[in-house]
């Protein structure tokens, strides 16, 4: 599990009493938003009818996105594109640059998946209130249930409900945390069972490698995705 | 043999997860709230900066692309469709223009045809009342001639009579009853013939 562990890089730094150093997790954290920034700038620079490799790569990613955002929670959702967007390609490319080897992966740790989460609950809610205003409980009280069940079922819709940020951090950090852990066994597998015996793990480790891809993509598309559901609920309150 | 590589498997499997969890000995890293301060702080700063130059900068860019390649596109289309039902016109009208000239072509044919026919006729009828005419002429001159030669022949005989009845006699006889006698004679001959 060393490759999880979180250590300062370079000088101890202090805001009152509370630690906020530089880590490797800040690194990874800097490298892949700049990456963002980098690839999106030169994508977005050039206005030619007919784009290049960047700018297509940018123009899909931003298409994509529209595109999942107005299928989920329809046109009312287009002021929070941006920060769809800017969600989607953090989580993605985190998960995407803890795919090199040695590198850190930022996204599979629970804090700060659980800061983001939060971030969109706390978000989507007032969100919800403010559209809705006490109109948004109405959330929790789904319409045809017979009397008998609704003191029920608004519990479980309650419970459901504030479960959303806990579901929506643990997926993205047990996904990323078992994807790497698993390939850490398997490697250690080829170390243990040397020349003779180190194929068959090996080649597992390779079409992991393959998978993890695959999960980090997915898992960046189930975070936006959920998001932009929840965000549905909030703004077109129809349950 | 397969078995024997599984338990191999499993053997070493357990043995490197004894080994992993051994190295860590303070359980998984993630749970360690030494940095979560600083992760918090660091990923708060990343993402608002990187959501503050996205949202401000960089996706009105690509969005702006998006919609004047969408634009234009659509404009292009438009004048495509435009040109094309233009063309079509074009090609309507050149239809129209060439069956008019096929049908112009075939009333010059038709009408310059009949003016040649009715030349030929005309000329064909000039012609003919020409000859006719000549030929009634000839006809004129012919039946002219064969009415006189009578008389012609008769007077020749008559005077050929004479000069005979001169030679023969030594003597001139009175003209006008040589030629009395030959009008007989001829009559008789004329009447012997018809019979």
Redesign the interface.
Same mark, same amino acid.
């Given at each position: 599990m060393y490759q999880f562990n979180v250590y300062r890089i370079g000088p101890e730094i202090k805001l009152g009493s509370v630690d906020i150093s530089f880590t490797n997790a800040s690194l990874f954290m800097v490298i892949s938003s700049l990456a963002i920034l980098i690839i999106f700038n030169l994508g977005a620079k050039k206005k030619t009818l007919i784009p290049d490799k960047l700018q297509l790569l940018s123009e899909l990613s931003y298409s994509f996105v529209a595109k999942m955002i107005s299928d989920t929670a329809g046109s009312k959702a287009k002021p929070y594109f941006s920060f769809i967007f800017s969600l989607f390609m953090f989580v993605l490319f985190c998960n995407m640059f803890g795919m090199i080897p040695y590198a850190f992966t930022v996204t599979s740790h629970i804090i700060v998946t659980f800061v983001l989460a939060a971030f969109i609950f706390i978000g989507v809610t007032i969100i919800g209130f403010i559209k809705h205003g006490l109109g948004y409980l109405k959330l929790f009280v789904p319409s045809g249930v017979p009397m008998v069940l609704l003191p029920l079922i608004v519990v479980i819709e309650i419970i459901s409900y504030l479960s959303r940020p806990i579901s929506l951090s643990v997926r993205l950090f047990a996904n990323m945390m078992a994807g790497h852990t698993m390939m850490k066994v398997f490697g250690g597998f080829v170390i243990s069972l040397g020349v003779i015996g180190g194929w068959l793990p090996l080649s597992f480790s390779v079409a992991l490698t393959g998978l993890e891809i695959l999960v980090a993509f997915l898992q960046a598309y189930v975070f936006a995705i959920l998001t932009c559901i929840y965000l549905n609920d909030a703004l077109n309150l129809h349950h | 043999m397969l078995k024997k590589?599984v338990i191999?498997?499993l053997i070493? &499997?357990f043995? &490197?997860?004894n *080994?992993?969890?051994a190295?860590?000995g303070g359980g998984?890293?993630?749970? @360690?709230p030494? !940095? %979560?301060?600083?992760?918090? !702080? %660091?990923?708060?700063i *990343? !993402?608002g /900066?990187? !959501?503050i130059?996205?949202?401000k /900068?960089?996706?009105p860019?690509?969005?702006n @692309?998006?919609e *004047?390649?969408k634009s234009?596109i659509l404009e292009n289309i438009e004048t495509a469709d435009k040109q094309k039902e233009e063309s079509q016109k074009k090609i309507e009208e050149y239809k129209k223009i060439i069956l008019e000239s096929k049908l112009k072509a075939k009333k010059y044919f038709n009408d310059s045809r009949e003016k040649i026919i009715d030349d030929i006729n005309k000329k064909r009828a000039v012609l003919e009342k020409d000859l006719d005419e000549e030929i009634g002429e000839v006809e004129k001159e012919l039946s002219e001639l064969k009415n006189k030669s009578g008389e012609k022949i008769n007077k020749i005989a008559a005077e050929t009579s004479a000069e005979l009845i001169k030679e023969l006699i030594g003597e001139e006889v009175n003209s006008s009853s040589i030629a009395a006698i030959v009008e007989d004679q001829s009559k008789i001959n004329k009447e012997r013939k018809d019979v």
């Open positions: - | 590589i191999l498997l070493a &499997c043995a &490197c997860l *080994t992993v969890f190295a860590e998984m890293p993630q749970l @360690n030494e !940095f %979560w301060i600083s992760q918090i !702080f %660091w990923l708060i *990343t !993402f /900066v990187l !959501f130059v996205l949202t /900068v960089i996706l860019k690509i969005g @692309n998006l *004047t390649r234009q």
